[in-house]
């Protein structure tokens, strides 16, 4: 990583750090209950009992928890180690607990095809323009062949088009479909894509 790259991580790790260390009980996306998307991959059987999920952008870990609940071997994962902090303290401390680990979305720490499914609620649509088809490689290089990715996006951050522009090289986009998600405390509507793909074999 060059010295520019370092210090821009380092920035946004203490913008993240900011935001989770001084009001995580009130930033605006967390809904403290899973996800009705990423429950209905479970009762879909997309994600199974003993299988391998990473949840990318976990924040304070409430999929990971629900998924481990599940009997999923999970891993969330973070730029922010202020949030995994939070993200700890919500385990058990028994041996179902999630993984809780600090890392970059654009360099995984994880050999490749290592997981069944990997969940991305709100943690692409962060990424710069530049470093999006990064991004994308590297959840395709993590994902086993077959494996599912569900992708829940900003409207505004990207369009249906550029979903099957950007993943199509390396998924298959089995569905897009439009989702609504109110913040708790400013009643503000905020609109998503809910995308769910299928990683293709692919041969470089």
């Known amino acids: 990583m060059s010295i520019e790259a370092s210090t821009h991580y380092r920035e946004r790790v203490e ?49 990971s928890l629900y998924l481990t609940s ?13 949030a995994l902090g939070y993200a700890v303290k919500r385990t058990s401390g028994g041996g179902g607990a999630p993984r809780f680990l600090v890392g970059d979305a654009l360099s995984l720490p994880f050999a490749d095809e290592s997981f069944d499914l990997v969940y991305d609620r709100g943690c692409f649509h962060h990424q710069e323009l530049g470093g999006r088809f990064t991004y994308m490689r590297e959840v395709a290089r993590v994902l086993r062949v077959g494996g599912g990715y569900q992708l829940i996006a900003f409207q505004h951050r990207i369009s249906s088009q550029g979903i099957y522009e950007l993943f199509g090289s390396h998924f298959i986009v089995l569905s897009i479909e439009s989702a609504q998600f109110r913040e708790r405390l400013s009643g503000i509507l905020r609109y998503f894509y809910c995308a769910f793909m299928r990683k293709r074999a692919i041969r470089d």
């Open 15 to 63: 913008e993240w750090d900011r935001t989770y260390r001084y009001s995580h009980h009130f930033v605006p996306w967390e809904a403290w209950q899973p996800s009705p998307d990423l429950i209905r991959l479970v009762e879909r059987g997309e994600i199974k009992k003993g299988q391998r999920a990473l949840d990318l952008g976990c924040g304070l870990g409430t999929q």
């Open 70 to 82: 599940q009997g999923v071997e999970v891993v969330g994962l973070d730029i922010s180690p202020a």
